[in-house]
T-cell receptor, first 116, second 109 residues
Framework: GAVVSQHPSRVICKSGTSVKIECRSLDFQATTMFWYRQFPKQSLMLMATSNEGSKATYEQGVEKDKFLINHASLTLSTLTVTSAHPEDSSFYIC????????????FGQGTRLTVV | GQNIDQPTEMTATEGAIVQINCTYQTSGFNGLFWYQQHAGEAPTFLSYNVLDGLEEKGRFSSFLSRSKGYSYLLLKELQMKDSASYLCAALDSNYQLIWGAGTKLIIKP
C-alpha cells in the first residue's frame, strides 16, 4: 500500500528555537497533505490543509506565522514550528491524499515534539 | 516487527450491528485509536483506549484487551452515513503511530 514517511519521530528542542517536520509520500504523488495535532486522549485536530504549489489553508485558531507549512513538491510537505514554546509540545501527524476524489489519505508515523 | 491487522472490507445492513476487529503487535503500547474516514475527506477521531475494557460513545463503542493485543469497534443501529473506512492505529513505546490499512464498511439498505 501507499507509504507516507514522517520525520523525525521524536524531537526535543529548547524554547525559542524552530523545529521542522517533514512528510513525504514515497510511492505516490500527494496533491493534498493534511497536518494534525493531537493531545493525549483528545480528538485529532486538523491544523491546516496544503496543496502542492499553493499556500496552506489554516483552520480557525491556528497561527499561520507560528506553524509554517510548505508543500513545495508533490511528494514533500514540511511543517515548521517557529519560536517553539512548551505549550507547543504535542504529537503532530501528517497525512497525504493522492489524486482523485475517492482516494484515501495515508498517514505518517507522527512526530512527538517536546519543548523544554 | 510491528503490525496492525484489520479486515479489508465488511458489509452490513442498515439498522444492524457490526464489529470491526483489530489486532496489533507493537514495541510497547501507549494506546489505540479508531478513526472514521469518508472517501476524499480527512479522517475524524472516534475513540482512544489505553485501559482494558469497553468505552461507549453513543452508537459507537470501542473495546481493548492489552493482554491479547486486540481491539474492536462496535457500531450499533447502523445508518447509511456510516459507510466509510475505519482505521485502527496503535501508539508504540516511542509514541509512533502504527496504522492499520483500514476496513471499508459497506452499509446496505
Amino acid at each position: 500500500g501507499a507509504v507516507v514517511s514522517q520525520h523525525p519521530s521524536r524531537v526535543i528542542c529548547k524554547s525559542g528555537t524552530s523545529v521542522k517536520i517533514e512528510c513525504r509520500s514515497l510511492d505516490f504523488q500527494a496533491t493534498t497533505m493534511f497536518w494534525y495535532r493531537q493531545f493525549p486522549k483528545q480528538s485529532l485536530m486538523l491544523m491546516a490543509t496544503s496543496n502542492e504549489g499553493s499556500k496552506a489553508t489554516y483552520e480557525q485558531g491556528v497561527e499561520k506565522d507560528k506553524f509554517l507549512i510548505n508543500h513545495a513538491s508533490l511528494t514533500l510537505s514540511t511543517l515548521t514550528v517557529t519560536s517553539a514554546h512548551p505549550e507547543d509540545s504535542s504529537f503532530y501527524i501528517c497525512s497525504a491524499l493522492g489524486e482523485g476524489t475517492d482516494t484515501e489519505a495515508f498517514f505518517g508515523q507522527g512526530t512527538r515534539l517536546t519543548v523544554v | 516487527g510491528q503490525n496492525i491487522d484489520q479486515p479489508t472490507e465488511m458489509t452490513a445492513t442498515e439498522g444492524a450491528i457490526v464489529q470491526i476487529n483489530c489486532t496489533y503487535q507493537t514495541s510497547g503500547f501507549n494506546g489505540l485509536f479508531w478513526y472514521q474516514q469518508h472517501a476524499g475527506e480527512a479522517p475524524t477521531f472516534l475513540s482512544y483506549n489505553v485501559l482494558d475494557g469497553l468505552e461507549e460513545k453513543g452508537r459507537f463503542s470501542s473495546f481493548l484487551s492489552r493482554s491479547k493485543g486486540y481491539s474492536y469497534l462496535l457500531l450499533k443501529e447502523l445508518q447509511m452515513k456510516d459507510s466509510a473506512s475505519y482505521l485502527c492505529a496503535a501508539l508504540d513505546s516511542n509514541y509512533q503511530l502504527i496504522w492499520g490499512a483500514g476496513t471499508k464498511l459497506i452499509i446496505k439498505p
